[in-house]
């Protein structure tokens, strides 16, 4: 019998061509873009606030004299709990300015971990809840389809970048996606406050 040329292609072609033709680059590019107006119009509005109202600076020192620190960490962990409603830009600032701004930008990194672990298994609890499990079926149908196509890689990217991890968790515990590989993969987001916190503490 003579041998096949044909030669076995890479795991990574095959994940390559996979992601290629399910539409995640193309996605991805969307997703950033729609991400980017947002984080322009944040830092417009703080330039804003800056230059013409009050020194930014002096607001978060405001905030860290006359704000006890569990106040502004339980909301904190609120807002990444439910959606992501706050920009975690501004705690990560608010931090820089704390007596110990790598330990409390750690903490706020703990916080945003486990606020999405909180997501996750309100994604798998709502199987509980037919009303509420409809509505986010409809709500959420195509990051929940994006979800089952693409799987961790899409807790990586909500985990990494600008885009909503409280969604990505939601969406990942409606489809039982196995909880180890999830909090596995959500730990980039750990990551991605220590790039932040460089950033913005070389910023202030």
């Given at each position: 019998m003579a041998k096949s040329n044909s030669t076995k292609?890479?795991?990574?072609?095959?994940?390559?061509?996979?992601?290629?033709?399910?539409?995640?680059?193309?996605?991805?590019?969307r997703s950033l873009l729609k991400a980017t107006p947002p984080i322009v119009i944040f830092i417009a509005v703080l330039l804003g606030i800056h230059f013409f109202v009050m020194d930014v600076n002096s607001m978060l020192d405001y905030v860290t004299n006359n704000f006890p620190d569990y106040g502004v960490f339980a909301v904190f962990f609120a807002s990444e709990s439910i959606l992501g409603l706050i920009p975690p830009?501004?705690?990560?600032?608010?931090?820089?300015?704390?007596?110990?701004?790598?330990?409390?930008?750690?903490?706020?990194?703990?916080?945003?971990?486990?606020?999405?672990?909180?997501?996750?298994?309100?994604?798998?609890?709502?199987?509980?809840?037919?009303?509420v499990f409809v509505y986010l079926e409809v709500k959420?149908?195509?990051?929940?389809?994006?979800?089952?196509?693409?799987?961790?890689?899409?807790?990586?990217?909500g985990a990494l970048l600008p885009l909503p991890f409280a969604i990505s968790s939601i969406a990942a515990g409606i489809i039982k996606f196995p909880f180890g590989s999830y909090i596995l993969f959500g730990l980039l987001r750990l990551l991605r406050f220590a790039i932040y916190g460089l950033m913005i503490f070389g910023a202030m």
């Open positions: 292609k890479p795991r990574w072609k095959l994940l390559h061509q996979y992601y290629t033709y399910t539409g995640f680059y193309s996605f991805l590019g830009e501004i705690f990560i600032a608010w931090s820089g300015k704390s007596s110990m701004p790598w330990t409390y930008l750690s903490i706020l990194a703990v916080l945003s971990y486990t606020g999405g672990i909180l997501s996750y298994f309100f994604g798998r609890g709502v199987a509980s809840i037919p009303s959420m149908a195509k990051h929940i389809k994006n979800m089952r196509k693409w799987g961790g890689l899409l807790i990586i990217v």
